[in-house]
């Protein structure tokens, strides 16, 4: 069954916060156990260097949402092009949604409405601004922001990589964890402690497709005051550049829907 637009969309959001090619970083460890002697630098070095170039991807994902009230849950057909656009359909195409650099889009023929926009939308709903390249790099378990920007404290935790900026950020803490065989995120945290909001994303059971890794699992949970959302995806049957295109036209005859107070 299609869900509703606006839950829908509340998924969209989630997922949106939110595949890469196993080629060998500077120090890779072959049994996946942490160097307690890598810096910060090369932690983050290592964690580029593993980025994958594919060209498409095609297959399907699992996506189950609850926000402690009611739960529902989805498998969708999923296909990217790298850097250009993110492609997903509910069965018989009763919701689907269409993602490039420049617009977010979504419709849902149950209740014949449709949104048509760009990224405020679901950077309103998060509390963070949000790009494409965001979008593409939760979904790919790379890191939200670029390491590259600020210097970090690098520790050991749970075997995995932690790093948290030398720097507080004025409005925002962070904080990364990267695990040591393929030098993918862990998990990522965001946090508002002034808004009291929470974004946190965990990654679990990469998995290697001819000579690509990518995540299997994702969690994701937003949290802001007493209200907690949390989103599952689980990808199956992944493929990569392979001819793809994305079949998407609004159906005329249908109501186009507002989310400026239904953001939240």
């Given at each position: 069954?299609a869900?509703?637009?606006?839950?829908?969309?509340?998924?969209?959001a989630?997922?949106s916060?939110?595949?890469?090619?196993?080629c060998?970083?500077?120090?890779?460890?072959?049994d996946?156990?942490?160097?307690?002697?890598?810096?910060?630098?090369?932690?983050?070095?290592?964690?580029?260097?593993?980025t994958?170039?594919?060209?498409?991807?095609?297959?399907?994902?699992?996506?189950?949402?609850?926000?402690?009230?009611?739960?529902?849950?989805?498998?969708?057909?999923l296909?990217m092009e790298?850097?250009?656009?993110?492609?997903?359909?509910?069965?018989?195409?009763?919701?689907?949604v269409?993602?490039?650099?420049?617009?977010v889009?979504?419709?849902?023929k149950?209740?014949?409405?449709?949104?048509?926009?760009?990224f405020?939308?679901?950077?309103?709903?998060?509390g963070?601004e949000?790009?494409?390249?965001q979008?593409?790099?939760?979904?790919m378990g790379?890191?939200?922001?670029n390491?590259?920007?600020?210097?970090?404290?690098?520790?050991?935790?749970?075997?995995?990589?932690?790093?948290?900026?030398?720097?507080?950020?004025?409005l925002f803490?962070?904080?990364?964890?990267?695990?040591?065989?393929n030098?993918?995120m862990?998990?990522?945290?965001?946090?508002?402690?002034?808004?009291?909001?929470?974004?946190?994303?965990n990654?679990?059971?990469?998995?290697k497709?001819?000579k690509?890794?990518?995540?299997?699992?994702?969690?994701?949970?937003?949290?802001e005051?007493e209200?907690?959302?949390?989103?599952?995806?689980?990808?199956?049957?992944?493929?990569?550049?392979?001819?793809?295109?994305?079949?998407?036209?609004?159906?005329?005859?249908?109501k186009?829907?507002?989310?400026?107070?239904d953001?939240?």
């Amino acid at each position: 069954m299609a869900l509703p637009l606006r839950t829908a969309l509340r998924l969209m959001a989630l997922v949106s916060l939110s595949f890469f090619l196993s080629c060998k970083s500077t120090k890779v460890l072959a049994d996946g156990k942490v160097d307690d002697n890598l810096s910060a630098k090369t932690i983050v070095k290592n964690h580029y260097a593993n980025t994958t170039n594919f060209n498409t991807l095609t297959g399907k994902m699992r996506i189950d949402y609850s926000d402690g009230e009611s739960s529902q849950g989805v498998s969708v057909s999923l296909r990217m092009e790298k850097d250009k656009a993110i492609w997903m359909s509910a069965p018989l195409g009763m919701v689907k949604v269409y993602i490039t650099p420049g617009r977010v889009t979504f419709y849902n023929k149950l209740q014949n409405e449709y949104f048509d926009g760009n990224f405020e939308y679901l950077s309103k709903f998060l509390g963070t601004e949000l790009d494409f390249k965001q979008v593409q790099n939760m979904l790919m378990g790379q890191a939200l922001f670029n390491l590259r920007e600020a210097k970090y404290d690098a520790s050991v935790v749970n075997g995995d990589y932690q790093l948290k900026p030398k720097k507080a950020m004025d409005l925002f803490k962070v904080m990364f964890q990267i695990e040591p065989k393929n030098f993918k995120m862990a998990s990522q945290q965001l946090s508002q402690p002034l808004k009291k909001r929470l974004l946190q994303v965990n990654y679990t059971d990469y998995q290697k497709i001819g000579k690509y890794v990518l995540p299997q699992r994702i969690a994701v949970a937003a949290i802001e005051g007493e209200e907690r959302k949390t989103v599952d995806i689980e990808y199956k049957n992944i493929e990569f550049d392979q001819p793809i295109n994305f079949p998407y036209k609004i159906p005329k005859g249908f109501k186009e829907i507002s989310l400026t107070d239904d953001a939240r």
